[in-house]
């Protein structure tokens, strides 16, 4: 596959010419990897059940939100909290996911080209993927499955079923804005996002071919989607310039 025949692929999740808000995107740099959530790579060899995973998740917004005033500024701490003090555990969780905090949320983004640059960005000698869900038809799925019932409740009982479903901030931070995202959330944290999608028929995976890895961010540089405009702040200029360096000169192929 070549860059034309990608950007053609993709123009058939355009909507009149604008962004199909039934697609959502995801892109990953190595192909061989998983659509597994940062919370799931971290336990998945260790002899932990789904009880114990929801308590450490529990403890984890505990700490991080019992703290966070020192990092973030009161209008983005007090819509997470409770009115008795105690904090909001999922929009704490969504909050979490982009500071470094393992959880259980899979990032999504409506835009295709966000999701290239995170299948290109990294693993140069390597192909990418880029992970295409019909949102609508897994919700739906999602639907049948809890029959009525609360999914972010069912998402704390460990016993209840498992069932993968799509979330989204009430109030977005900088970085949720900015990468147009959402997220997916399976009621078994131990569960692998893909196998929950590929159950509903809402998947499509599209290798990208390491060799135009570095074409595609060259675009996306061009379109100014870069490690700066992503991630915000002196860290995403880093990033952004060390995506230039990488690209300047490509790996050979050997």
């Known amino acids: 596959m070549n860059f034309k025949e990608l950007v053609g692929i993709l123009f058939e999740y355009n909507s009149d010419n604008l962004i199909n808000l039934n697609y959502h995107f995801r892109g990953q740099a190595d192909s061989s990897w998983l659509l597994e959530p940062s919370f799931k790579r971290i336990i998945k060899n260790r002899d932990i059940n789904r009880a114990e995973v929801i308590n450490l998740e529990n403890n984890s917004v505990i700490k991080f939100s019992s703290t966070a005033n020192r990092h973030f500024p009161d209008y983005q701490v007090n819509p997470l909290m409770e009115k008795n003090g105690s904090p909001q555990k999922w929009p704490w969780i969504m909050h979490m996911q982009h500071y470094s905090v393992p959880t259980r949320l ?80 399976c009621t078994d944290p131990l569960i692998d996002h893909c196998l929950m999608l590929n159950v509903s028929k809402s998947l499509r995976e599209i290798i990208i071919p390491k060799k135009i890895k570095p074409i595609i961010m060259k675009e996306l540089r061009k379109m100014g989607i870069t490690g700066e405009s992503i991630y915000l702040g002196a860290d995403g200029l880093g990033k952004s310039i060390k995506e230039f360096i990488e690209y300047a000169h490509p790996i050979k192929e050997k």
């Open 106 to 185: 899979l990032d999504w983004t409506e835009s295709y080209w966000i999701a290239l640059y995170f299948a290109c960005n990294e693993s140069y000698d390597t192909d990418g993927k880029l992970f295409i869900v019909d949102k609508n038809r897994a919700i739906e799925y999602a639907d049948k499955i809890c029959t009525g019932k609360d999914f972010l409740h069912l998402a704390d009982i460990p016993e209840s079923k498992s069932v993968l479903n799509f979330i989204s901030p009430r109030i977005k931070n900088d970085r949720i804005s900015i990468q147009f995202g959402c997220f997916t959330l």
